[in-house]
């Protein structure tokens, strides 16, 4: 594989101002689009109180964000290849601008679902074009390096500034704020995108194959079904055995279609360059250890500590804090210490982190501060290499498609989260609650309905405590895993790519 060519001759050189300000551009629609994967996190029990939704229907609002992105992702990537970054980056913006005010405006769960898929629709559109506008404006490796790492960082912050955005927006106003906000952001968004977005040089003969996209989503869903499915203590054998089949035959499709077209939406064989599929690695497992530490903790304070829903957000944005000195010194320290060190080791303290957070949340609030600040330290080294890693190893054509596979791996590691971890919390409560005679029955179903159920005691709030307790452990002690094991598999496809080799950005395939 070629890495790293020349531009091409038709692709305008941007001036320092204008290069640097259209990066504060695309970073203010990546912001919008990461807080809108987390904020519902500390908004989740609010909503499901004034919509009157069930847990699976507020697992739903926060799923189909994350759910349709990653099914339209590799698509719309190929799109901007073929019709420019520019024009999908603006376009995505107005989708998600209209979406946000649907969303902001829905009068019942259905609505709100739908209005989320929008929105999807819109961050997919948007969200390739952020990282491949930066491929092809900034062509100073270094300089792109650390554009890159700048572009990481606001990817981690957004995603831990959401449950605090949420949480001050539900203190002063109704919870159609939390999408509302969005809009006024979209239009000035609009206007420096039309002002100094590159009109880079499109490809026409890259071609969309509406099928593939079908595909993919088909899996992704069958997916999110099996998973949810398959944690709950009252599963259908029925619908694990038509998910499962689903997700297999979507994938085999998906697969074989590939292989056969001149322009797919994934040319599998980058995966074997090693930098390009540790990045992809990291940013899942990373993804994924961020989503359920955000979900379970919020939710653990809000329901059993009695958190404000702004309260648990600044809890959690201790991630952040911890995440932007290692992934903003990531980028411009990456050809001294290289991906083996930032990756493997940033993934490695991430576990130990976890580890310390849930052994600190029985100690007081000084030790579980410490451990999401070690958790964030180390996340943000994976994750502000780990798009270096992706968008630097194939050629400025596929630019597109490179940056479409870096936020697959991004919101598959959220959407797996919330699939998984969010319905493991409801089952892990419900197999170890023990209530008292004569409690609600309600009470059994979830820490919601443990609170709101008439007739719900002292003792009944009590044992309901002590179940979402072992729920929440159980949540931290998959996501110590996940990141242990995503240490050890990236150390290990890394070997040959240590400080001061030529292939610590951008390594040749293996």
């Known amino acids: 594989m070629t890495i790293s060519p020349p531009l091409s001759a038709q692709t305008p050189l941007l001036g320092p101002r204008r290069r640097w300000t259209l990066l504060v551009t695309v970073g203010t629609g990546l912001l919008l689009i990461t807080l809108d994967n987390s904020i519902l996190y500390t908004a989740l029990p609010t909503l499901t109180r004034e919509l009157d939704a069930s847990w699976t229907e507020s697992l739903w609002i926060i799923n189909a964000y994350p759910l349709v992105m990653t099914g339209l992702l590799l698509g719309t990537g190929t799109l901007g290849d073929r019709f420019g970054h520019r024009r999908m980056f603006l376009t995505g913006l107005v989708v998600f601008g209209l979406a946000s005010f649907m969303a902001a405006t829905a009068p019942t769960p259905e609505v709100l679902i739908a209005a989320r898929g929008l929105l999807a629709v819109g961050a997919a559109a948007m969200m390739p074009a952020t990282l491949a506008l930066i491929r092809v404006a900034f062509v100073n490796e270094r300089e792109r390096n650390v554009a890159i790492s700048v572009w990481g960082s606001l990817s981690v912050v957004g995603g831990a500034l959401g449950p605090i955005v949420g949480g001050a927006l539900l203190e002063h106003f109704a919870w159609g704020s939390i999408f509302l906000i969005n809009v006024p952001v979209v239009v000035v968004a609009v206007v420096l995108g039309v002002a100094v977005a590159p009109k880079n040089d499109p490809h026409p003969g890259t071609r969309w194959d509406f099928i593939s996209s079908v595909q ?136 130990v982190g976890v580890a310390w957070t849930l052994v600190g949340v029985q100690h007081g609030m000084g030790w579980l501060l410490g451990g999401l600040l070690v958790t964030g330290f180390g996340l943000g080294s994976a994750m502000s290499v780990a798009s270096t890693a992706i968008i630097g190893n194939v050629p400025a054509r596929r630019a597109g498609m490179a940056s479409s596979v870096e936020e697959v791996s991004y919101e598959f590691g959220s959407l797996a989260a919330v699939a998984l971890l969010g319905s493991l919390l409801t089952t892990v409560y419900t197999m170890t609650i023990r209530l008292p005679d004569g409690a609600p029955v309600e009470a059994s179903r979830s820490m919601t309905d443990a609170l709101t159920a008439p007739g719900t005691g002292p003792e009944v709030l009590d044992a309901a405590s002590r179940a979402f307790g072992n729920s929440y452990s159980t949540v931290m002690v998959v996501c110590a895993a996940v990141l242990a094991v995503g240490a050890i598999v990236t150390t290990v496809l890394l070997r040959t790519y240590g400080p001061g080799s030529e292939s610590s950005a951008y390594g040749s395939s293996h």
Do not use: Y
């Not at 998910?243 to 994938?251: N, Q, R, S």
């Open 216 to 351: 993919a989503l088909a899996t992704l869903v069958g997916l999110v079904v099996l998973i949810k499915e398959v944690v709950k203590v009252d599963r259908s054998g029925t619908i694990v055995l038509c998910a499962a089949l689903a997700t297999f035959v979507g994938w085999w499709l998906f697969v074989r279609r590939q292989r056969r077209l001149p322009f797919p939406l994934l040319d599998l064989s980058i995966f074997r360059n090693a930098a390009f599929a540790s990045g992809v690695l990291a940013a899942a497992f990373a993804m994924f250890a961020m989503g359920g530490l955000q979900l379970a903790t919020t939710q653990r304070f809000q329901l059993v500590a009695g958190f404000s829903p702004f309260e648990s957000g600044l809890l959690v944005a201790a991630i952040a804090v911890g995440s932007l000195p290692s992934s903003i010194l990531g980028g411009a320290f990456l050809h001294v210490v290289g991906l083996r060190v930032l990756i493997g080791g940033g993934l490695g303290v991430g576990a």
